[in-house]
């Protein structure tokens, strides 16, 4: 299966990644107007490169839409009223299906995808919604594509942008950097606080999400009252830190709102 990815970017490579980890029966084909990223992209993975338009399209058995949200109604612009059939997917944030589904034409089928970066790795996790008109045996390409490089996750589109703001490997990176940031303060050296910050942040929670124990038991066994732990966690919280996640989330669900309009 051609799956061509109109957009070399970031997230491109990284999904391009973890097909090769994968070994999928997948033949990556990107479109990029910048040509340095098309040559970084082949040099990597011996992708196939197209750099005109309409032959990569030309080419896709799976059309991924991998631009950044402002930059989709210039590249379906280009694009054009596609004639023939069609399977496509938008992995662009905030665009939603109504706009997608009146840009190409009817032979056109679309889904929507958030794939993580951390799909490089084979341990991506990927939200996907589909319009109520799209056939069982395309929902499960879209599926069976992005379940190549990790967990696939079907929701409502109302809950898109939700998710978006949620499942963010940013959120672990952020808040790694700021522990060990504070330990190298208390006096660590920083590859011993990078060490003990990673295993506080992810190795407690692959622990929780191959385990049996629930979140609340995880945290109480942590953090026995009147501990270190729970000293540490109050003081967090106390200084804010509950309040500075509820304004983040909400900040990152308005420009999410934003990419919509």
Excluded at 23 to 44: E, F, I, S
Excluded at 48 to 71: F, G, H, Y
Excluded at 89 to 104: D, E, F, Q, Y
Excluded at 245 to 251: P, Y
């Amino acid at each position: 299966m051609n799956v061509v990815f109109l957009g070399g970017g970031r997230i491109t490579s990284a999904m391009v990644s973890g097909l090769y980890l994968a070994k999928t029966k997948h033949h990556p084909v990107v479109h990029d107007c910048n040509p340095g990223k098309m040559r970084a992209l082949k040099k990597r993975h011996a992708i196939a490169a197209e750099p005109d338009l309409d032959r990569a399209v030309a080419k896709a058995d799976l059309l991924l839409i991998a631009v950044r949200p402002n930059s989709v109604s210039g590249l379906l612009r280009a694009i054009g009223k596609v004639k023939r059939p069609l399977l496509a997917v938008s992995v662009a944030a905030g665009v939603p299906l109504r706009t997608l589904i009146k840009s190409l034409g009817t032979p056109v089928r679309w889904a929507r995808a958030m794939p993580s970066p951390v799909c490089r790795s084979g341990r991506g996790l990927t939200a996907v919604t589909f319009p109520r008109t799209l056939p069982m045996k395309d929902r499960q390409c879209v599926r069976d594509f992005f379940a190549s490089f990790g967990s696939v996750v079907e929701i409502p589109e109302s809950k898109f942008d939700a998710f978006t703001v949620t499942y963010s490997c940013s959120h672990g990176y952020h808040a790694l950097a700021a522990l060990a940031e504070s330990a190298q303060k208390a006096g660590l050296d920083r590859k011993t606080a990078r060490l003990a910050g990673a295993h506080a942040l992810a190795d407690g929670i692959v622990a929780w999400r191959e385990g049996n124990d629930s979140l609340e038991a995880l945290l109480e066994e942590a953090a026995t009252p009147g501990g270190i732990a729970a000293t540490t966690a109050a003081a967090m919280d106390a200084a804010g830190y509950q309040r500075a996640v509820r304004k983040g989330v909400a900040a990152g669900l308005r420009r999410a709102r934003a990419n919509a309009r």
